[in-house]
Each structure stands twice: as structure tokens, then as C-alpha cells.
């Protein structure tokens, strides 16, 4: 595997990652594909000018040539399927490694996506049940609409949710079996004016939680529906913390891209706000940027700590969460233009982070090399092993 090589240093005070000017990066160690993450708590915050010490951020450049990849889930064996927007493929990522990475095998290229805009194939999960049922979940862009289906072990495409609007710019895509075993599914609203994120008949602007047949889940907050939480403009990641607790970004509202804290039946106030809102019914973000320096669409959540990916930032945003779901300190910036575009961050079976850049697209700037995924690891605790 390829690594960028250096030292960057991490002070833990209290639950906050505090990071040094000028990061760069150690040799990671060995792949722990599979195996639980081994994760440290945070210490006690130290007194004013105690040293907590320090650590190191490992990076790893996992795999290179990719176009635009977008879904990032996890097979039974430590591999990896990527979905590609725009050309409609679904990539076996992994485990075997030679010397340029991980090897890359195209699984599947399917016919159905119509690939436009921010639209095309999006959101993978794998199903909780795979290695008996050998089943994936995509969520793709038709002409019409969007949907989510699923693929049975190389078969044909079946859809389980139709009818999801579509639009140029705001799709949705999320994609991710919780800690429930149901499917959720993050939407886009889809209009200009935001007039179908508080409509409860509408899939559009939504987060949805359904049975693996795309039947609305027991216990949703309305009997027969499928909708989660509703005012919402792009969802398009969601994440779990070890208490179970649900995140999930908006990446395009006009002046804000958020992070929310996800509650059952709870209203994110599109379009009625952009950002924090004055109306008690409405529930503010954990936290938001100015769109234009931020676009963070991908979000992974590893004990205390959450990472945002951020197109329009080019950057990763590390924010450690207390217990009651509040940003705690200073979100912290990692990898700031070191990489261009950055869009998905998910959490590896073995605790690390994987990224993936977005720069083989018509707003990006690519390099020779891209676009890539990327395994981060902080040393001594935070997000995986060293």
C-alpha cells in the first residue's frame, strides 16, 4: 500500500481531538480488516498546562483510478463494495492487496441508472444476513425517479422503494441498515422552494426507515409510513455511535451544510430554516458550516468521535460528541486541499476510516492518481488500529 509519510500530533483534553498545525502522516501498520475496532475512551481533561501527550494519524491511499465513488459498505470478509455515480458500477474493493493497493474487481454494472447532476448509482448497504443471503442494497437514479433495490448474488436488479423525487442537484442517497436491522434511506427534496420536505405523503426530503422489502418498519412514528423525520434537503449519510444514537448530514441547503442528530419522528425544519431556526417544533442541527466552504456529505462516527467529508471544503472535519449529542470544543480540520474533493467517510469493520475523493467530476480538479479511497488510523485510540 501506498502511505504518505510524517508526523502529525493529536492532544486529547477531555472528549476533544485537538490537532496540530501542518498535519501530516506516519506509516500506518498492518490491515486489521474484520477484526473489532480497539478504541480508547477519553481521559479525564487535564489541568491547564498538563501535557496529555501525544499521537499519531496514519494515512494510506487504499486504492487509485476510480471514477467519482460515491457508497462505501463492507462485505462479511473485510472487503469493501464502492459504488461509481456515473458509470453504474459496483466494485469489489479488496481484501487482497498488491503492490499498487487493494485490488479493484468490478462486480456489477448496472443498466438501470441514468447517471446526471448529483444523480446515478449512490448509496450501498450490504444486508445484515449476507453471507446466508449474498444480497447488496443500491440506491440509483432512473430517468423518472429515484429507488432503492436490491441485488441477489449477481441476479437481477430488484426494486423495493420507488417513486423517490428526483432532481439536478438534490438526490439523496443514503444508504444503511442500523443497529435495528431495518433499511434507512436519506432523500432529497428535489424543488427549489423545499415543498416536499414537510409533506408526510412525500419521499422527497426525508429519512426513511423500511423492511428489507421496502415495507414501512414497525414502529415508525406513523403506522403504514415509511418516514423517520422529515424537513430535510439532501441527506446523503447516516451513521451509528456505540450508544445507537443516529447522524445524518445535509449537504445542500443555501447558506448551511449540516449535521444532525437524528430523532424519531423529528422535523429538521426545510424550508422553513436554513440552519438554527427560532421555532421550538423545529429541531436545530448538531452543528452546520457556510455551504460554500463546507458540502460535508459523508459523516462516520467511531466512539466520541464523528469525521465529516466535505466536497466544497476539501477537507475532513473531526467534531467530538458528549453523551447528550452535543459538539463538545472545536471541530478540528484534517487533510485540508491535500486531497481535493472529499465525499464519503465510513467506518471499516476493524474501526478505521475510509475516504473517498470526488474529483473525477465535472466540479472537480483530478489528479493523476484520482480518484482514490483512503484508510485513516489514529494511533493510540480515536478511530482504529496502528
Known sequence: MRSRRGR???????????????CSFGPPGPDQAGSPPNLSRPSAAPTSGEDSGE?????????????????????????????????ARILKVGPES???GLQVTELERLDEVR??????????????????????????????????????????????????????EQNGGALAFGPDGQLYVGTGDGTPTG?????????GGKILRVTTAGKPATGNPVKNSTVWSSGHRNVSALAWDST?????????????????????????????????????????PMTSWPAAESACGGVAAAE?????????GKRLTLLSVTENGTVLGTPQELLTDEFGRLRTVVTAPDGS?????????????????????IRLVFSDGGAGKS
Open 115 to 168: 447517471a446526471s447532476g448529483d444523480g446515478g448509482l449512490l448509496g450501498i448497504a450490504v444486508s445484515p444476513d449476507y453471507e446466508t443471503d449474498k444480497t447488496l442494497y443500491v440506491y440509483y437514479s432512473t430517468d423518472r425517479d429515484n429507488r432503492v433495490a436490491k441485488l441477489v448474488d449477481g441476479g437481477k436488479l430488484q426494486p423495493i422503494l420507488t417513486g423517490i423525487p428526483r432532481s439536478p
Open 98 to 100: 498488491d503492490a499498487d
Open 55 to 87: 499521537r499519531e494519524v496514519a494515512l494510506t491511499v487504499l486504492a487509485k483510478n476510480l471514477e467519482v465513488p460515491w457508497g462505501i459498505a463492507f462485505l462479511p470478509d473485510g472487503a469493501a463494495v464502492v459504488t461509481e455515480r456515473d458509470t
Open 353 to 373: 476510516f475510509w475516504l473517498s475523493t470526488s474529483n473525477q467530476e465535472d466540479a472537480g480538479d483530478p489528479g493523476p492518481e484520482d480518484d482514490r479511497l
Open 195 to 203: 415543498a416536499q420536505a414537510p409533506d408526510p405523503k412525500n419521499l
Open 244 to 284: 445507537g444514537r443516529m447522524f445524518a448530514t445535509d449537504t445542500t441547503q443555501p447558506r448551511t451544510s449540516e449535521l444532525n442528530v437524528v430523532r424519531k419522528g423529528g422535523n429538521y425544519g426545510w424550508p422553513k430554516a436554513d440552519g438554527d431556526g427560532t421555532d421550538p417544533k423545529l429541531i436545530n
Open 8 to 22: 502529525a500530533a493529536v492532544a486529547l483534553v477531555g472528549a476533544v481531538l485537538v490537532l496540530t498545525s501542518g
Open 304 to 312: 466520541s468521535l464523528l469525521a465529516t467529508a466535505c466536497l466544497l
